[in-house]
């Protein structure tokens, strides 16, 4: 018993420490088959040759798998619905000259942005559109830009990185549970208990385990899968989405945004008593005032979970030092009538045409 677990650690050590390898396809699947001489054995030492996720058993870290937006399990209780409302606003009401769901699918695909897409062109149909970079030809940037996932027990997905994004694919008209996208494989856990595996996943800070309200949250109380409907709705997780690069920017640790979140509900760094989520100018004064008091923290101060405001991205100075004009502020800030409306105004436009207020 001893050897078996010894081995079983090593496999694991493996696992998590080794390199970004890009074997995406034409195909769009990135594992190898199962018993391809020269590559791995068959199925990776596992006896589950008749699990649904064989697929996926012997993933390796930096591969890139294509997966089912409907088959992948949430890491998190919750989402900022005023992200996934921009998003919506952005693909159904939006001004752009190639809609921005096929930059969004092609970023989150590994392939940057679309490079073109007809009148016709849908989702679920990606030959009716094309993205700047084809499969296979994949780069480091391309890669880091996409949505990340660990491989559990019996070949399960879970979703360590882009819940706002595929939820925004499932609730669009052209997307849904059916619609497939590329993901990158942090890691592969498929050889652990089911137990041993959530163990995991809070030692490597790739799940989430709080609702909006700071309690904690069990694992088999996480939503099943993504979709609007599965998740609750953190007011201060969609505030934090519409602060990047004004008071800080995004970067590599999951779930930055909700730290960031933790730390405006649990230090009260500002005082929000008038935010009116469904007002512009009210959105944006919550907005600034909450990156204004970001961008004011030590790189060394603490913001939630050992985490620093170094380490979360914060920025040295509030709108990278830009006059509330300019810059990123000032795109934000851009109404709807406007011809490129900011991502709050798209938000709340789609909110007031759905009655989501």
Not at 50 to 66: F, R, W
Not at 96 to 119: T, V
Not at 259 to 286: C, F, H, I, K, Q
Request: charged share 20%; net charge neutral.
């Amino acid at each position: 018993m001893r050897n078996r677990r010894s081995s079983l650690r090593s496999r694991l050590t493996l696992v998590l420490s080794l390199p970004l390898v890009v074997t995406g396809t034409a195909g769009g699947t990135a594992t190898a088959a199962p018993g391809t001489p020269g590559e791995r054995p068959p199925f990776c030492g596992h006896d589950q040759r008749k699990t649904p996720n064989s697929t996926y058993l012997c993933a390796e870290a930096g591969d890139l798998v294509d997966v089912r937006i409907g088959d992948v399990h949430a890491t998190q209780p919750s989402l900022g619905y005023d992200e996934v409302y921009y998003k919506l606003g952005r693909y159904t009401l939006g001004k752009d000259a190639i809609n921005k769901r096929f930059d969004d699918w092609c970023e989150a695909n590994g392939q940057l942005e679309a490079a073109s897409a007809g009148p016709d062109a849908r989702l679920d149909d990606p030959a009716s559109f094309s993205c700047a970079l084809p499969t296979g030809k994949e780069t480091t940037d391309s890669v880091a830009a996409m949505k990340t996932v660990v491989i559990g027990p019996g070949g399960s997905l879970y979703l360590t990185d882009g819940h706002h994004t595929l939820t925004s694919f499932y609730e669009t008209p052209d997307g849904g549970p059916d619609l497939h996208v590329r993901l990158r494989v942090l890691g592969n856990l498929s050889m652990l208990t089911r137990q041993d595996f959530w163990k995991q996943m809070v030692a490597h800070k790739w799940v989430w385990l709080r609702d909006p309200a700071g309690n904690a949250t069990p694992v088999n109380k996480l939503p099943s899968g993504v979709g609007l409907a599965n998740f609750q709705n953190d007011d201060y997780r969609g505030l934090l989405y519409f602060a990047r690069d004004i008071g800080y920017s995004p970067g590599s640790v999951p779930f930055q945004e909700f730290y960031w979140g933790a730390w405006v509900r649990d230090s009260n760094p500002v005082d929000l008593p008038g935010w009116d989520r469904n007002d512009l100018a009210s959105y944006l004064d919550a907005v600034k005032k909450v990156s204004q008091a970001q961008a004011a923290l030590p790189a060394d101060a603490i913001v939630n979970s050992g985490f620093t405001a170094a380490d979360l991205g914060g920025l040295a100075a509030w709108n990278d030092g830009k006059a509330a004009d300019k810059g990123e502020f000032a795109k934000l800030s851009k109404p709807y009538a406007d011809s490129k409306p900011g991502k709050l105004a798209y938000a709340l436009e789609y909110k007031a045409v759905h009655g989501l207020g």
